[in-house]
């Protein structure tokens, strides 16, 4: 089965400058996620999606940051002012239902946006 | 806050040796335990998982042992090959779909040919 898609690979912006990433998930996966990945550190949850609806956007900046799934298929997820902190792999990942049995579907990660605030 | 912390930070083992990550985890309602490798450019992808009511789980060369009163549980890489020069992360998550997973922050592992 096709991977989760991310574009673009590499995205070089300026302070102050709005970003967008986009993500396709694993077909008929109705659980998304994306993830902020600084350098040296683990992957940190900014939000999930249960098909078009948000679960969890606590650890979201929603002063700078949102995210949209409006289909419950593709997402994307938008920084608008970027900060020089900003600078990350953005990582999405999608998983078959968090609705399995114990809510431990295993999470199937793309390779990322990296980040880098000028 | 949740958190898991996972030692050592990098780790240098010899081929054929037998690569050990540590993680410990505070948050008890934790139920399951994933472990995580990426290489460089990509994105972690799932290893191997352990729910606590097992002591040890083993896939091939890979084991996780988990002590449940320590709340500790390690990553064993039995007969390590350079191929599996990656980074590793630990990850822990409370029962239910909508709770989010908790990565500790990587252990860098290098064997040497």
């Known amino acids: 089965e096709a991977g989760v898609a991310q574009s673009p690979r590499y995205k070089i912006i300026e302070k102050r400058q709005s970003v967008a990433f986009w993500c396709n998930p694993i077909?008929?996966?109705?659980?998304l996620y994306w993830y902020q990945q600084i350098l040296g550190q683990g992957p940190k949850l900014l939000i999930q999606?249960?098909?078009?609806?948000?679960?969890?956007d606590s650890q979201l900046p929603k002063d700078r940051f949102s995210a949209e799934r409006l289909k419950g298929v593709d997402s994307t997820l938008k920084i608008q002012p970027a900060k020089l902190e900003d600078s990350a792999v953005y990582l999405c990942?999608?998983?078959?239902?968090?609705?399995?049995?114990?809510?431990?579907?295993?999470?199937?990660f793309g390779d990322g946006t990296r980040l880098s605030i000028l | 806050q949740q958190q898991v912390k996972q030692s050592p930070q990098s780790l240098i083992v010899q081929k054929g040796g037998i690569s050990i990550i540590n993680c410990a985890y505070e948050?008890?309602?934790?139920?399951?335990f994933p472990w995580y490798q990426q290489f460089p450019g990509k994105g972690p992808a799932l290893l191997i998982a352990?729910?606590?009511?097992?002591s040890e789980k083993k896939e091939g060369r890979f084991t996780i042992s988990f002590n449940k009163s320590a709340k500790q549980f390690s990553l064993h890489i039995m007969d390590s090959q350079p191929g599996d020069s990656a980074t590793y992360f630990c990850?822990?998550?409370?029962?239910?779909?909508?709770?989010?997973?908790?990565f500790g922050s990587g252990t860098q592992l290098t064997v040497l040919p």
């Open positions: 990942a999608s998983s078959l239902d968090g609705q399995g049995r114990n809510g431990n579907q295993p999470q199937h």
């Open positions: 077909s008929g996966h109705a659980t």
């Open positions: 999606f249960q098909n078009n609806g948000v679960v969890d």
């Open positions: 948050n008890t309602a934790f139920d399951y």
């Open positions: 352990i729910r606590p009511d097992v």
């Open positions: 990850a822990g998550k409370p029962s239910g779909s909508a709770r989010q997973l908790t």
